[in-house]
């Protein structure tokens, strides 16, 4: 399953990354918002690289961005193999997603806790990370699927009252 999740979970996470950027740039284009180059500036200083004053070079910042995404696509791949699927994991990766940027950004001192944000950053952070969040699902969940269903949803198709939230599931026995 590992090997599986491991792949699967880079596709989906670069899957997740590309409609993320998607909205962001059409976000950006209705806003007026500019980039934000805290990826970079993050990444500058978990690596010790040599850190630029004001806009950071593009190459470093994609790395960040995408190389972060592809990378916790990997966890959504688990949750899928999991058993973990649908909206409801989406969602609970959301958070994931969100927790990560915030430790790696505030443990480097280039970002700040969020509830110092103001509200419309701190919005439209959540929206894009949830873009991110539900579109790595979609295909990690289409991914896993073709390995049937994860150990939970066997579980829970063996208890009275469980639902299967992800297609059928073959009892055991």
Do not use: C
């Amino acid at each position: 399953m590992m090997k599986r999740a491991l792949w699967q979970g880079l596709v989906a996470g670069t899957a997740g990354v590309l409609a993320m950027t998607l909205g962001e740039k059409a976000e950006q284009r209705l806003s007026g918002r500019r980039d934000s180059h805290v990826p970079a500036r993050t990444l500058e200083r978990l690596t010790g690289m040599r850190e630029y004053p004001g806009r950071q070079p593009v190459p470093v910042n994609l790395a960040m961005h995408v190389g972060q995404g592809a990378l916790l696509g990997v966890l959504r791949s688990v949750m899928a193999h999991a058993g973990l699927r649908g909206p409801w994991s989406s969602a609970k990766f959301t958070v994931v997603r969100l927790t990560t940027d915030q430790i790696l950004e505030n443990a480097t001192g280039v970002g700040a806790p969020p509830q110092t944000w103001p509200r419309r950053e701190l919005v439209v952070d959540v929206l894009h990370k949830s873009v991110y969040a539900f579109a790595a699902g979609v295909v990690a969940d289409a991914l896993a699927a073709g390995s049937g269903p994860g150990p939970g949803q066997r579980h829970a198709a063996m208890l009275p009252g469980r639902h299967a939230d992800v297609g059928p599931v073959p009892r055991r026995g």
